[in-house]
């Protein structure tokens, strides 16, 4: 099997003597979206700043593989179809973006069609599939029939033809957009074009006959391959290798690397070791920068032995979270962490966590210190949308900051978000989050696991994870929904964090606008008000998993949605600034950056939410009784955690008011001591302490679930200030209601009254 390399100029790559490509029928469509487009503008424009120097370095395009007869410009491209496109559709803008008679138009013409003498086109510098060629031939090959394409909507019949159209707009848009101040678009285009011609090279990979070409395909196309970089180098490096001997023993080396990495990650290894190497992007094609900057043909075994090996095991470790250590909890937690940067949108912070094992592997401490600040700083940039130069220049210098050690890094990693772009994310989390299309899932999962017991929830492994609207975002104008809900709060609440929950199967759309309690029963299989259902979500543990009835997973951050019996403003409200100080907490945003709501912008009114030192608890008949709660001094929840959790928050020295729900308020008290279980709980009767279950109390059935710490009664031992009887309830209309156990007061409007109403000094 003979394989011919060369490394060309693109001016002879379209060069109809030399080459006239045709992709064959059993290669995939065009399939570059705008972020390839995108990428491949970018660094064209990186590469070639104006003015440009005499000595400036080429451009490497990368490789195409053709099955091409030696000394005929015919080739059939086995692999670089969308590149070759690319390049081909950015010709044709050039040649657009430039003045009708120019002379460059005509030459950028000949490059993709040649003439007979009657001036019919018989040769042709790129044909694509059969099933796209007419169009390619008519609107970008054709000079006159781009402008065409670039208002086409109908008769477009693929998703080829629709990607060649809105690339041909993004390439338009971006080469008008970056055109330097000091030139005209005529000037840059030429600059471009002069450069992109004579300075661009790619290496063409060619067999000479049909049958080595379909055995080389053959054997691509059955392993689902491509001819990659690392296939280049390994015969580059392992060629430099001396002895035989040596030879086979790093060839396992690095065929046992490739294997237990994979091909894919095997090959993106080459560009994060070319980052952690050299700490910036491509400029000359990675295989370029690895022969002339990086040199491992140089010294092959250390390669391989000190930076090949150590950084393909590092990187194994993180994509399969396989860290391990002494601590159980400290592996786990590291292993999470992994799990988290894994569903990041892309693979720039990868250099700096395999670097970072791979010089600081030792101490697990440090190492769990480092990746809750590098998740952190992922994430943030992903929710800001720091594009990829960005991103590259932070990791950048948290690689720096690694060669000086792990405390170095650790201190820098967190100093790499801003106060002000921690401003702007807490801004985006408090605002339309559904909008957010890239970052809303992994921000809902990351809640959704901050809100679970172990800090780890179903939704972190499910494979389809949907986001779901509580309110839909388009009722109908007869439904509950727009009764409940005014059209200026619906459109303020609708996408934001409280109103967002997740589900494990794909939606029904016919289903998204149901009433709330119809929602319920049909999303989660639960009826309205049956509690003994509810209590088996908690007894039952395997009612947490899918079910052959078909109900989804219930999800933490969807259990909350369960226990209500309406879903109103003051609940969206309540979730959202719960959810969004568990956000800020996880992800150590300081609490004293939040804006004002003047900075914010947003469509919150003044009554809305405020930071604020007292507790909201809520009071429901049934088998409490209020005025045992009055005469003993404590409050209390149970029949579930959702009940009972919320507890917790109070601390010793907090302030409580109390809702008699569906009556208003009837108390005001001091914490004393902290939530225990009824097993725990005593109270003092005539001076002595008696268990809450042997109490003369007129509830009868205060010790149910007695040995159940998940479903038992939880008690919380109060000083009241002030209490009033049920008939004497003090509610006034807009004031905070939620079904919530306990949760903080932030209501502003809500507190100013009860201050007032119950004498309670404000500064007190």
């Known amino acids: ?156 019949q693929t998703d080829s033809e629709k990607l060649l159209r809105d690339n041909t707009i993004i390439l338009i848009k971006e080469l008008k957009e970056r055109c330097p101040d000091n030139l005209s678009i005529e000037q840059w285009i030429l600059h471009l074009y002069i450069n992109l011609l004579n300075k661009c090279y790619l290496v063409v990979v060619s067999t000479d006959s049909f049958e080595t070409a379909y055995r080389i395909f053959s054997t691509i196309n059955s392993r689902g391959l491509d001819l990659q970089l690392n296939d280049v180098l390994k015969s580059e490096i392992i060629g430099n290798i001396e002895g035989k001997n040596n030879k086979e023993k790093y060839t396992q080396i690095w065929d046992k690397e490739e294997s237990d990495l994979g091909r894919k990650d095997f090959e993106g290894l080459f560009s994060h070791i070319h980052r952690i190497k050299l700490r910036e992007k491509q400029k000359l094609g990675l295989l370029t920068e690895y022969r002339k900057r990086i040199k491992p043909q140089e010294n092959p075994t250390e390669f391989i032995d000190k930076v090949l090996k150590p950084c393909s095991d590092k990187f194994e470790v993180i994509r399969d979270q396989r860290f391990s250590c002494d601590n159980e909890e400290e592996e786990k937690q590291v292993n999470r962490l992994f799990g988290w940067l894994n569903l990041i949108d892309n693979s720039d912070w990868l250099p700096p966590a395999i670097y970072f094992l791979v010089k600081h592997h030792n101490n697990t401490f440090e190492i769990k210190n480092f990746f809750v600040n590098l998740e952190r700083l992922a994430a943030g940039l992903m929710i800001l949308r720091a594009d990829i130069n960005e991103r590259g220049r932070r990791y950048a210098k948290v690689l720096d900051a690694i060669d000086e050690g792990a405390e170095k890094a650790i201190a820098l990693t967190k100093e790499l978000l801003s106060g002000e772009e921690q401003n702007q994310i807490i801004q985006i989390l408090d605002g339309d989050l559904y909008l957010q299309t890239r970052s809303r899932l992994y921000v809902l999962k990351r809640l959704d696991s901050a809100l679970a017991e172990g800090g780890l929830s179903p939704s972190f492994d499910e494979k389809v994870v949907t986001i779901e609207h509580v309110l839909p975002q388009n009722p109908k104008p007869d439904s509950e929904w727009c009764q409940i809900w005014q059209d200026e709060a619906r459109e303020n609440w609708v996408h934001r964090l409280g109103n967002l929950v997740l589900l494990s199967r ?77 956000l800020l907490n996880l992800w150590n945003l300081e609490q004293s950056i939040i ?137 006034e209309k807009g004031m905070f209601a939620i079904q919530h156990t306990c949760c903080r007061l932030r209501h502003q409007e809500t507190r100013e009254k009860l201050y007032k109403h119950f004498g309670i000094d404000e500064n007190v």
Request: charged share 30%; aromatic share 12%.
């Open 506 to 582: 794909k939606k029904n759309s016919e289903a998204q606008n149901y009433d709330f309690k119809v929602k319920k029963t049909k999303y989660f299989g639960l009826k309205e008000n049956d509690d003994e259902e509810k209590k088996d979500l908690y007894k039952d543990k395997k009612k947490k998993e899918k079910e052959d009835t078909g109900k989804v997973t219930i999800f933490p951050l969807t259990t909350q949605l369960i226990y209500q019996n309406k879903w109103n403003e003051q609940i969206v409200e309540y979730n959202q600034q719960e959810y969004l100080e568990m």
């Open 1 to 156: 099997m003979t394989i011919k390399a060369t490394e060309e100029q693109l001016n002879k790559i379209f060069n109809l003597t030399n080459y006239q490509f045709t992709i064959p029928s059993y290669q995939r469509p065009y399939a570059w979206t705008k972020d390839q487009v995108l990428e491949l503008i970018d660094d064209l424009i990186d590469a070639f700043p104006y003015p440009l120097d005499q000595d400036h370095p080429d451009y490497f395009f990368g490789s195409i593989i053709l099955i091409k007869e030696d000394g005929k410009p015919n080739a059939e491209v086995i692999d670089g179809q969308q590149r070759l496109t690319t390049l081909t559709l950015l010709l044709s803008v050039f040649r657009h973006l430039l003045p009708e008679n120019h002379k460059t138009r005509s030459k950028i013409s000949q490059l993709l069609e040649g003439e007979d003498i009657t001036g019919a086109i018989i040769e042709y510098g790129l044909q694509l599939r059969s099933q796209d060629n007419d169009f390619f031939a008519k609107y970008i090959r054709d000079d006159k029939k781009l402008e065409e394409l670039l208002t086409k909507d109908a008769g477009l």
């Open 595 to 731: 804006p004002t709501s003047e900075q914010k912008k947003t469509k919150t009114k003044k009554k809305d939410l405020i930071e604020s030192p007292d507790f909201y608890v809520n009071f429901s008949e049934g088998d409490r009784i209020w005025e045992d709660w009055q005469e003993y001094g404590f409050i209390s929840g149970g029949d579930g955690k959702w009940y009972s959790q919320t507890l917790k928050n109070l601390s010793e020295g907090d302030r409580i008011f109390v809702n008699y729900c569906g009556s208003g308020y009837v108390g005001v008290g001091i914490v004393e001591k902290t939530v225990v279980p009824v097993k725990d709980f005593a109270i003092e009767i005539n001076g002595e302490k008696v268990p809450i279950w042997e109490a003369p109390l007129k509830s009868k059935n205060i010790d149910h679930e007695f040995d159940d710490l998940d479903l038992c009664e939880y008690f919380v031992k109060v000083k009241w200030l002030k209490t009033l009887p049920k008939n004497e309830a003090y509610w």
